[in-house]
């Protein structure tokens, strides 16, 4: 079942959560709303399954307004951050209350219920666990009862907030894979928080990149990642090298730094913002750019190997970081202090006082 | 100087042995011997003394309408002890924490000076007393007096409890099961009250043993007539009075088995609730 929001508004006294958000979310899709902590993420989130009321706006499932329901009527399943499993009941309880709960016309009889509950406990592979009480489950069994119990009375939609965010990043990987193959199996729609952007790029359809209670842009990971439309996004997502400067003909300089601009006729301070993979090293500067550096570190872990660069000569707020081949780096050895140059492949320019960005690129 | 960093700051061996016989020495001259002292003296004419003194007409009527008062009592403020707990700990309004605040009240306020209250509002010739007198009502020197001081004074006990729990388990898991679909009597008897079942009965007890033993705030409002509004706390000065001390310390006594008995469940009770406390951070992997 598909989400629409129209206009939704929260203010918590004077301070305001959420300002006019308007959002799709597709049928049978895996959204996230991606931002820093608050960001209104999870306010979303709550105000989409009535834990929390909008201040305005409308929310519809379908072509149904439920903007006035109560939680009970909406038919959500909601995963928590940190579980909140029933304590003094067994893993098998847990899952078999969604079902208990419902009116006595609608709820199956008791042999029903158990048979849903088997076969809930047998996707989440924790047949075995039935009759253990929660605190004798590690976090990632916790988390998986959670999701079997959220499942059980079969939601149209599903809401999870942070739902790998108390795991270690092994755990948090495998249950990422499984919860993609769940949804991959069921189509359920399905919309999750996080503040971490690998989780967000890998797992989902579609994403919502939130900041300051709005929404900065929706769109497809890959998109995403290729085109940030806000120098939020651009900051948010992944590591992202700047130099900012003053524009003459075509040029951006700063100190004894300066990058060739081609096709930028305008003057003017500007950021240039530089992904790490879209730059190379040399030894020389070339025509495309003179950006002198001291190699900081080097860290080899990886598929590449990330060198950190502290700019010579010219200032920069953060350290720069450019990814190398290993085949590369073998063949050239940099030692820490050498001294190298950046030369650009694509860039994206920021002319102050502008959110949007021009693409550059070097022939 | 090794061996000196082991030490805590006021861990001296002198300092401990010090610390530790003054408190024994003041328990034993403040609680122990006192309780002792009370049972000795009510045994001190035997066991058929004991007996018949228990037994005397005005000291089981005094212990009737005692379990009758707190019988009332216990009720009443284990519901208003658990919606006002539930209210401050689930709900944000203006005005929350002025009442938190007010929750303590009748800690604060001496039961005397809280019976002179109600003499005031409800006598005869109080308030909303004469008014009540119009009608035929009387509450001042009758039991529902008694019954209204002891609920005044007795109002916190189980509140105070229940909220720092209810702060600490926080509103997940009741949230889970709204969005479970579960209806608010059965969120409150399958969620909240397994959660909060050992503190509501230490809140019980104490509110019981409060109850039962109260003597200021009764002993303004009851007019203390023998056979009618005696309680056993007022049985037992007026029994003093008349220099009948077998029987002072006779019904003294049942009011201290009563304290020792209270005790023991409130240990339980309290033995449960950290128990079950204790189990919830575990966080690790059963196999």
Redesign the interface.
């Known amino acids: 079942m598909s989400i629409k929001i129209e206009h939704l508004n929260k203010t918590f006294g004077s301070f305001q959560a959420l300002r006019d958000i308007s959002l799709d979310i597709p049928d049978g899709k895996l959204t996230a709303l991606l931002g820093p902590s608050g960001s209104g993420k999870t306010t979303l989130l709550r105000i989409i399954a009535g834990l929390e009321n909008a201040s305005d706006g409308r929310i519809l499932f379908g072509d149904r307004d439920i903007s006035r329901l109560p939680v009970k009527q909406r038919n959500v399943g909601f995963v928590f951050q940190h579980y909140a499993l029933f304590r003094h009941m067994t893993v098998a309880q847990n899952v078999a209350f969604g079902l208990e709960s419902l009116p006595r016309n609608q709820r199956p009889p008791k042999t029903e219920i158990r048979k849903t509950v088997n076969r809930l406990l047998e996707m989440i592979q924790l047949p075995e666990l039935a009759n253990r009480y929660p605190a004798q489950l590690s976090g990632g069994q916790k988390q998986r009862v959670a999701l079997a119990r959220a499942l059980a009375t079969r939601p149209d939609i599903l809401l999870l907030d942070e739902p790998f965010g108390a795991l270690d990043a092994r755990v948090r990987k495998d249950l990422r894979r499984w919860l993609r193959g769940l949804h991959d199996e069921f189509h359920f729609t399905s919309v999750f928080v996080t503040h971490d952007q690998e989780e967000a790029l890998e797992l989902s359809d579609q994403v919502v990149v939130m900041s300051q209670g709005q929404v900065e842009q929706v769109d497809s990971p890959t998109r995403l990642y290729a085109n940030p439309t806000s120098r939020f996004v651009f900051d948010f997502l992944g590591h992202v090298n700047i130099i900012s400067g003053t524009v003459s003909d075509g040029w951006l300089q700063q100190g004894n730094a300066r990058v060739s601009l081609p096709g930028v006729s305008t003057s003017g301070d500007a950021q240039l913002y530089l992904r790490p993979h879209e730059v190379h090293l040399s030894v020389e500067p070339d025509s495309r750019a003179c950006l002198p550096f001291t190699i900081e570190a080097i860290n080899l872990i990886g598929a590449e190997v990330r060198v950190e660069l502290r700019p010579d000569g010219w200032d920069c707020d953060d350290i720069w970081e450019v990814g190398v081949s290993h085949s590369e780096f073998s063949r050239w050895q940099p030692q820490r202090g050498d001294r190298c140059f950046v030369s650009p492949e694509i860039g994206h320019l920021f002319r102050n006082g502008d959110n949007r960005p021009q693409p550059v690129t070097w022939p | 100087m090794k061996y000196q960093s082991h030490h805590r700051v006021g861990d001296q061996p002198w300092l401990r042995r010090t610390l530790i016989l003054a408190a024994v020495a003041l328990s034993a001259l403040l609680l122990a011997i006192p309780l002792v002292l009370i049972f000795t003296q009510a045994f001190s004419a035997g066991w058929g003394a004991l007996v018949s003194n228990i037994g005397d007409r005005y000291t089981l009527h005094a212990i009737g309408l005692t379990l009758f008062v707190a019988l009332l009592t216990v009720p009443l403020n284990l519901v208003f002890g658990t919606a006002l707990a539930w209210l401050v700990t689930r709900f944000r309004f203006p005005g929350r924490k002025l009442l938190v605040t007010l929750i303590d009240v009748p800690f604060a306020v001496s039961p005397v000076v809280a019976g002179l209250l109600y003499l005031l509002l409800y006598g005869r010739n109080g308030w909303l007393g004469s008014w009540l007198a119009d009608y035929d009502v009387q509450l001042m020197f009758s039991w529902p007096g008694i019954v209204m001081v002891t609920i005044f004074v007795t109002c916190p006990f189980v509140a105070r409890e229940l909220i720092p729990l209810m702060q600490q388990q926080g509103t ?2 009741e ?9 608010g009597w ?1 969120l409150f008897r ?2 909240t009250l ?2 909060i079942k050992w503190a509501l009965i230490y809140g019980v007890v104490l509110t019981n043993a409060r109850a039962v033993g109260e003597f200021g705030a009764v002993s303004v409002v009851s007019g203390n007539i023998r056979g009618q509004t005696n309680t056993l706390p007022l049985h037992v000065e007026l029994l003093y009075q008349d220099y009948n001390i077998a029987g002072a310390f006779a019904a003294a006594s049942l009011l201290a088995a009563i304290a020792i008995l209270t005790l023991a469940i409130k240990g339980v009770a309290e033995w449960r609730q950290a128990r ?1 406390l204790a ?2 951070p ?5 196999q």
């Not at chain 2, 949230?175 to 209806?183: D, H, I, K, N, P």
């Not at chain 2, 575990?282 to 059963?286: G, H, S």
């Open positions: 997940e898991e949230e889970a099961a709204v969005t479970l679909g579960a209806s059965r399958r969620v397994p959660n079950l189990r919830e575990a966080d690790r992997n059963p």
